[in-house]
């Protein structure tokens, strides 16, 4: 079975970003991608347009000479008054949705210069906690998987044609751009951990950066090229002269700290090889005895939730993306890296949080440990 029409692209602005997902990206082999499927009828009995809820149809979508043209703008509203989403306006073909089959969507697409950020072809539904099984975006003049992979750089101005293939018993998508296949992927869909949340302001106002007392901070500290450098040695004293905890240099974003809500940090960390035994962020604030309610630590290139289990093993030497979500009243955290959800744990309670970030020693570390940061945000619900 197949769907085969035209259509220009849908466009909606600032799609937060996110990544997980296996997969490969395969020779270029031109051959139709519609053989052996057969061609259903496709007419506006079979979709209707999402767009934001408070304009007129007209004014954001117009179908001229056989043209779907969708465009939203970045300060638009949602599709519904009640949704957390970003703005979009869709072509959605409820008429053809399965949950079976092989389903292939054909057309041609076209991305004027300036749009990016932006989603512009999905398939939606995947299993929870994957709201989509297949985003087509556009950063940067290309087409992007997500925003994990690249597909066809210098995509604006010009048409191209799009075949997606989904089979859904082999949870799988094969993507053809004019003609070559681009690339197959594990229909594994992506979660983005800041849908619904508002990105909240962070400068050095929101920080302070707590190191061993008796050396400078710039002996175990460095902010250069929005990189956050900490390190710390095993035989530092701890950050005050009164502390009988471990030695630590870390970002403590005390100008969030909180009692209630939903919280979430994300950031790209790296932990340079050698670094082990030591708590690389945490969520501070527990009931007594308990000082935190997360800790992600590295042991031996291992990223683990305290001592276990072990989230995401060979973190050593490259950048990994982090969501830390704490749901102070639902009493969880949620773990994702790579966009990918990690473990959902209780929190510690205790009624008062703040996230931090950089080195803290641990039982059994090495000597010297490091790790640094970039792109940091603070997200609230
Ligand atoms: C759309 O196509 C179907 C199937 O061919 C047909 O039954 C229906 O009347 C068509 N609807 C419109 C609005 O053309
Ligand atoms: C787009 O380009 C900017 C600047 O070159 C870069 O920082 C960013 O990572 C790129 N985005 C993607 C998704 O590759
Ligand atoms: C940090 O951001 C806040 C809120 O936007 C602003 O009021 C403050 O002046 C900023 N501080 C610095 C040091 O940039
Ligand atoms: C880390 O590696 C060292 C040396 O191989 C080993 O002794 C230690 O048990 C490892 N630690 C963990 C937590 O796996």
């Known amino acids: 079975m197949g769907t085969s029409f035209r259509s220009s692209t849908s466009s909606l602005f600032a799609l937060a970003s996110l990544s997980l997902i296996v997969s490969t990206v395969l020779a270029h082999v031109s051959i139709d991608p519609t053989k052996g499927f057969e061609i259903l009828p496709f007419n506006k009995s079979y979709y209707h347009i999402q767009k934001p809820y408070d304009v007129p149809l007209d004014q954001r979508y117009s179908f001229v000479h056989g043209i779907h043209k969708c465009w939203v703008y970045a300060t638009d509203k949602p599709h519904t008054p009640t949704s957390k989403t970003k703005p979009r306006t869709e072509i959605a073909i ?14 041609y697409g076209y991305v004027p210069e300036g749009t990016y950020g932006v989603n512009i072809m999905q398939i939606f539904g995947g299993d929870p906690p994957h709201a989509t099984t297949f985003m087509l975006r556009v950063y940067n003049s290309s087409l ?17 044609r799009l075949n997606v293939v989904h089979d859904v018993e082999a949870s799988k998508v094969w993507v053809y751009i004019d003609g070559a296949l681009q690339m197959e992927a594990d229909a594994l869909g992506e979660v983005d951990p800041t849908e619904g949340f508002e990105n909240l302001p962070f400068n050095t106002s929101f920080y302070h950066i707590q190191k061993p007392y008796d050396v400078p901070v710039e002996k175990r500290y460095s902010f250069e090229g929005g990189i956050h450098d900490c390190w710390v040695y095993a ?35 790296y932990v340079p090889s050698g670094t ?5 962020m945490q969520v501070f604030g527990a009931t007594h005895p308990r000082a935190t309610t997360f800790m992600l630590r590295d042991y031996n290139g291992s990223l683990s939730y305290y001592r276990s289990p072990v989230l995401v093993y060979d973190i050593y030497d490259k950048w990994f993306r982090l969501n830390v979500i704490h749901d102070v009243d639902a009493s969880k955290v949620r773990v994702y890296i790579d966009g990918e959800l990690k473990i959902e744990a209780n929190d510690g309670g205790g009624t008062f949080h703040a996230f931090k970030f950089g080195v803290y020693a641990q039982k059994d570390g090495s000597s010297l440990m490091e790790s640094r940061w970039k792109d940091i945000k603070i997200w609230r619900k």
Do not use: M
């Not at 502390?243 to 969030?256: D, F, M, N, W």
């Open 94 to 107: 409820g008429g053809y949705g399965y949950s079976s089959g092989v389903w292939q969507f054909e057309a």
């Open 144 to 160: 992007f998987y997500y925003s994990r992979q690249a597909l066809v750089a210098d995509i604006y101005n010009r048409w191209f």
């Open 235 to 269: 035989d530092d004293k701890p950050h005050t002269p009164n502390s009988r905890t471990l030695p630590r240099t870390e970002v403590a974003i005390q100008g969030y700290s909180y009692s209630s809500g939903v919280w979430q940090l994300e950031g790209y960390g």
């Open 276 to 280: 082990s035994g030591v708590c690389i």
